[in-house]
């Protein structure tokens, strides 16, 4: 069973990142989420403490800390700005974790360094226009010429996608095998016919920069294929399943801070002579928006301790990211019905926790998928 005490590495990581969250995220986020403007300044400090690369070890340019410190931190992080959480967890989970796991030694060298270490960012091109979900009809494809492969296709909804230097690109290498002809390459921003588009305007998390981006005769040395050729999907999957236990921090995050306001405007808010926390009808939903943040917290972090000991967590990172989203999503909305007329207005913070929640419930697997994966692994339990 895991241990739902955190111990003194975790709790130091949790301090450290509530520090810096309340210190140098939070009082820019609701201008940044107005601006839409990426958080520059504020990744590459992140870079400096440690969280760009929190589970990659120090030989690679990482912290080399458990994925119980990764999710402390991500709902640290999280809980001031869901888009500065997202940038951090496509970087450690989606795209850190794929090159530790598959790179060779060369490729950990050129890539994983300076992406664990912060200096560069990483971006994960899976989902096409016409491939989200259902991701084996990958329509990119690269063919081969000599000792390079050439990409052609599109990829959707990247997060990261302008502001990123590594990119971890799928496609499809033999259309006949499905998706065990997909293939991972490493391409860097600077390869000629690699074009990120234009910035998506967003109803949440408005700060981190997603993009679509076009592939036109991309060529790629083969030493830059990630796993081998065929073994993308693999890598794509397995990658997720430690990406939905980022996701689902930062879900956490955005309730955890909804929670907050709300139960701090309660005490202020006076209404029929007293506050309205005194109320029953705001101690209920109090009472509730806590027990479902701590549910959503134990089921987290009982898969990021899974992972931790290398046990198989599909099933519990798929519970843990469809509890979490939908816990965000329902006390995003309860925290604003607390704050009656003052929810709907920026200057409370609130609506921005409902806007950034609802994406919880879309990237990294919807929670249909996510319905789906639970059910497949009780199945195969069979
Ligand atoms: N972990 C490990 N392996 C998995 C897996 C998982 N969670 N899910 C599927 N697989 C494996 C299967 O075991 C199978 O392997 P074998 O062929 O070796 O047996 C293989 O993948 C194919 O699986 P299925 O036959 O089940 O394929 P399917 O097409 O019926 O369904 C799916 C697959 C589960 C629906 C999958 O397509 C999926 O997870 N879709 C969601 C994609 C997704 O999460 N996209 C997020 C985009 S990235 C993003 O959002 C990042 C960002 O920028 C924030």
């Given at each position: 069973?895991?241990?739902?005490?955190?111990?003194?590495?975790?709790?130091?990581?949790?301090?450290?990142?509530?520090?810096?969250?309340?210190?140098?995220?939070y009082p820019s986020a609701q201008e940044r989420d107005i601006t839409a403007s990426f958080p520059s300044d504020i990744v590459r400090e992140m870079g400096e403490l440690g969280f760009?690369?929190?589970?990659?070890?120090?030989?690679?340019?990482?912290?080399?800390?458990?994925?119980?410190?990764?999710?402390?931190?991500?709902?640290?992080?999280?809980?001031?700005?869901?888009?500065?959480?997202?940038?951090?967890?496509?970087?450690?989970?989606?795209?850190?974790?794929?090159?530790?796991?598959?790179?060779?030694?060369?490729?950990?060298?050129?890539?994983?360094?300076?992406?664990?270490?912060?200096?560069?960012?990483?971006?994960?091109?899976?989902?096409?226009?016409?491939?989200?979900?259902?991701?084996?009809?990958?329509?990119?494809?690269?063919?081969?010429?000599?000792?390079?492969?050439?990409?052609?296709?599109?990829?959707?909804?990247?997060?990261?996608?302008?502001?990123?230097?590594?990119?971890?690109?799928?496609?499809?290498?033999?259309?006949?095998?499905?998706?065990?002809?997909?293939?991972?390459?490493?391409?860097?921003?600077?390869?000629?016919?690699?074009?990120?588009?234009?910035?998506?305007?967003?109803?949440?998390?408005?700060?981190?920069?997603?993009?679509?981006?076009?592939?036109?005769?991309?060529?790629?040395?083969?030493?830059?294929?990630?796993?081998?050729?065929?073994?993308?999907?693999?890598?794509?999957?397995?990658?997720?399943?430690?990406?939905?236990?980022?996701?689902?921090?930062?879900?956490?995050?955005?309730?955890?801070?909804?929670?907050?306001?709300?139960?701090?405007?309660?005490?202020?808010?006076?209404?029929?002579?007293?506050?309205?926390?005194?109320?029953?009808?705001?101690?209920?939903?109090?009472?509730?928006?806590?027990?479902?943040?701590?549910?959503?917290?134990?089921?987290?972090?009982?898969?990021?301790?899974?992972?931790?000991?290398?046990?198989?967590?599909?099933?519990?990172?798929?519970?843990?990211?469809?509890?979490?989203?939908?816990?965000?999503?329902?006390?995003?909305?309860?925290?604003?019905?607390?704050?009656?007329?003052?929810?709907?207005?920026?200057?409370?913070?609130?609506?921005?926790?409902?806007?950034?929640?609802?994406?919880?419930?879309?990237?990294?697997?919807?929670?249909?998928?996510?319905?789906?994966?639970?059910?497949?692994?009780?199945?195969?339990?069979?």
């Open positions: 069973m895991f241990n739902t005490q955190l111990n003194e590495t975790q709790l130091l990581i949790k301090e450290t990142a509530a520090q810096f969250a309340a210190e140098r995220v760009m690369g929190m589970m990659i070890d120090p030989e690679w340019g990482g912290s080399g800390l458990d994925a119980v410190s990764y999710v402390v931190a991500m709902e640290e992080i999280s809980k001031a700005d869901a888009s500065v959480g997202v940038i951090m967890s496509v970087n450690n989970s989606l795209v850190c974790w794929g090159i530790v796991t598959y790179g060779t030694d060369d490729q950990k060298e050129r890539f994983l360094k300076p992406l664990a270490s912060g200096q560069k960012l990483g971006a994960f091109c899976l989902s096409e226009p016409e491939a989200g979900s259902d991701a084996t009809s990958q329509y990119t494809n690269a063919h081969q010429e000599g000792e390079y492969w050439v990409l052609n296709g599109t990829k959707n909804w990247i997060t990261n996608g302008t502001s990123a230097n590594t990119y971890l690109v799928f496609a499809q290498t033999d259309r006949e095998k499905r998706h065990k002809g997909i293939t991972c390459f490493l391409v860097d921003r600077n390869t000629e016919g690699f074009e990120p588009g234009k910035k998506e305007d967003k109803l949440g998390i408005r700060s981190s920069d997603t993009c679509s981006i076009g592939l036109m005769n991309v060529r790629v040395h083969e030493s830059d294929i990630l796993g081998g050729v065929g073994n993308g999907f693999k890598i794509a999957m397995e990658s997720l399943n430690g990406g939905r236990i980022g996701i689902a921090a930062q879900a956490l995050g955005i309730a955890q801070a909804a929670f907050e306001a709300a139960l701090k405007y309660s005490k202020e808010r006076k209404a029929f002579g007293k506050p309205i926390c005194e109320l029953q009808a705001i101690q209920m939903k109090l009472a509730d928006m806590s027990m479902k943040i701590d549910a959503a917290r134990l089921l987290i972090h009982k898969a990021a301790s899974m992972k931790d000991n290398h046990q198989t967590y599909i099933k519990e990172a798929a519970h843990a990211k469809l509890f979490a989203s939908k816990t965000a999503v329902e006390v995003a909305l309860e925290a604003i019905q607390v704050h009656g007329g003052y929810g709907y207005v920026r200057e409370y913070n609130v609506e921005r926790y409902l806007r950034d929640a609802k994406i919880t419930e879309i990237y990294e697997g919807t929670s249909e998928i996510q319905h789906i994966v639970i059910a497949r692994e009780l199945l195969k339990a069979l």
